[in-house]
DNA sequence: GGATGCGGGACAG
DNA sequence: CTGTCCCGCATCC
């Protein structure tokens, strides 16, 4: 169902089409008149917004690379997640191929105590979890909601840690396990295996690095490599359909204008990566002026929040996250101060009643990408720069409506400002900057993300994720790896 | 067993 | 009043 990239490849934008719309998730109503759709995005980040089919099962599953528990909002009318963040080893180890262990936090409450309890299979160190507070301190939302032939979806915050497996990892390697430990012969040797390095197997570890490059049709494909501890992540959509060969962008700040593809095609960055170059600066050079790249970076000190800066009306989001990778508590840092002491900066900005839209300051880009902001994995933060992120906090911003009467009841002032100029006035002034989106296309949307992984040493990468595989699976034919990589469910089939 | 959804309710700002 | 969480329950795979 997803036609977008068919017609919004690279002239046109590298933004989803649902970008290219003016909605809220909390819009009373919301774009009917949808010509088509955006291609399921599993693993978005920063704030954007798609529009699927209702056909789309991903979307019927409400589906995320990351990993997101429901969260009651209390409006039934859209169902809202927050991200769990994902599951480390505390002692931030490097496995035996060297990549960090990053798992799959369980959704399910008690799963994930009980995962938490594991060791890492490297170290034999506690697994921790980081959790995610990547929209303002909290964890970064997503909302659904289906609305006649249309499922909508809207992302609010910036992921501030790296990736976890993702679901269909987990599920593949999952399979894999009870496949080959099928006989009470193999479930001995199976808790064996739990109770050492073992652990890493029911902890969802995997290598998200390793097979997040399964989605890709092929690494070379994109010959986006990252650094070592990134996986190329592209869309990750195994299990379902999406075969659409997805073109990823490769933009370089400087041509950042022809990107393509389709909306963030290539997932996103994991944490060692600093993703300057691809940030969702491409998403949207409107709201950052010329949209000019190394604007980006540029003031880094300068804390001023401009007029402007909720103009951006949606989604920014590129977590940058660094490269180097910290000790765990080193990352934790408090995060939520650094917010608190943004809001103070850029006060509470008028954002006006759609918050949501304008979540971050021209200005604040900057420091936003200078990486400070929501990564906690990032470097050591720069202390000064009090990257801004404006993020509104809102989520469910629906006066909402309970779900008893199930009907929605929008404050009618949230309603009228959604009319586009509202928004602009709303978001300030409206400077042209405003809220692209509303005339320029190709402004929206479009959050590419990873795009510009260094390459680097991919092959080297395979050999290590093979490495790991054959840790992880015993021996695995590595010969095949390349296949594994473009099709893991083949472990569900017996293929090892 | 765990993923998901749902919904009540506590809490904090 | 709002938004975030926590918790239990039910369903499904």
Not at 177 to 201: C, I, N, W
Not at 271 to 278: A, Q, S
Not at 441 to 465: M, N
Request: hydrophobic share 25%; net charge neutral.
């Amino acid at each position: 169902m997803s036609t977008s990239a068919d017609q919004f490849d690279e002239s046109d934008c590298v933004c989803s089409f649902g970008m290219k719309f003016t909605w809220d998730i909390n819009d009373p109503e919301l774009p009917q008149d949808i010509q088509q759709y955006d291609d399921f995005q599993e693993w978005t980040d920063g704030y954007v917004r798609y529009i699927y089919s209702a056909e789309d099962k991903n979307a019927q599953r409400h589906l995320s690379g990351w990993a997101m528990r429901n969260t009651n909002n209390h409006n039934c009318q859209i169902l809202k997640k927050s991200c769990l963040g994902v599951v480390v080893c505390n002692r931030n180890c490097s496995l035996p191929d060297g990549n960090k262990l990053q798992l799959r936090p369980a959704i399910c409450d008690k799963a994930r105590q009980k995962q938490q309890k594991k060791l890492c299979p490297s170290c034999n160190s506690p697994l921790e979890l980081v959790p995610c507070r990547g929209h303002s301190g909290y964890p970064v939302t997503n909302f659904w909601r289906i609305d006649g032939k249309y499922i909508y979806f809207q992302a609010k915050g910036v992921h501030d840690h790296p990736r976890p497996e993702s679901k269909s990892e987990t599920e593949a390697r999952r399979s894999a396990v009870k496949r080959r430990m099928p006989s009470p012969h193999f479930s001995q040797k199976k808790r064996l295996m739990e109770t050492e390095a073992g652990r890493y197997y029911d902890s969802g570890g995997h290598y998200p690095n390793v097979h997040h490059l399964s989605c890709m049709d092929a690494p070379e494909r994109y010959s986006i490599i990252a650094e070592s501890n990134f996986p190329i992540q592209p869309q990750h959509y195994p299990p379902f359909q999406n075969t659409e060969p997805y073109k990823l962008a490769y933009d370089s700040p400087s041509n950042a204008g022809e990107s393509t593809s389709s909306l963030q095609k290539a997932s996103n960055h994991r944490i060692y990566m600093t993703r300057p170059p691809c940030g969702y600066e491409f998403s949207m050079p409107g709201y950052l002026g010329s949209g000019s790249y190394p604007a980006l970076y540029k003031d880094s000190g300068n804390l001023q929040p401009e007029p402007d800066s909720s103009k951006v009306c949606m989604q920014l989001g590129g977590s940058q996250h660094n490269l180097s990778p910290l000790n765990i508590h080193e990352r934790n840092y408090d995060i939520p101060n650094k917010h608190h002491g943004w809001k103070q900066i850029l006060g509470k900005g008028g954002y006006g009643e759609r918050g949501e839209y304008g979540q971050i300051p021209a200005n604040t880009n900057h420091h936003y990408y200078n990486g400070e902001y929501p990564c906690r994995y990032g470097g050591p933060a720069p202390a000064n720069t009090p990257a801004l992120q404006t993020i509104i906090t809102t989520t469910t911003k629906v006066s909402y409506q309970p779900c008893k009467p199930s009907v929605v009841k929008y404050n009618d002032n949230l309603y009228d400002v959604k009319t586009l100029q509202n928004c602009n006035s709303l978001l300030e002034n409206g400077s042209a900057t405003s809220y692209p989106e509303i005339k320029v296309p190709e402004d929206t949307g479009v959050i590419k993300s990873a795009l510009t992984y260094q390459p680097e040493t991919l092959s080297t990468k395979t050999e290590r994720a093979e490495s790991l595989e054959n840790y992880r699976y015993g021996n695995y034919s590595s010969s095949n790896y390349p296949e594994r990589i473009a099709h893991p469910f083949r472990y569900e089939n017996g293929e090892y």
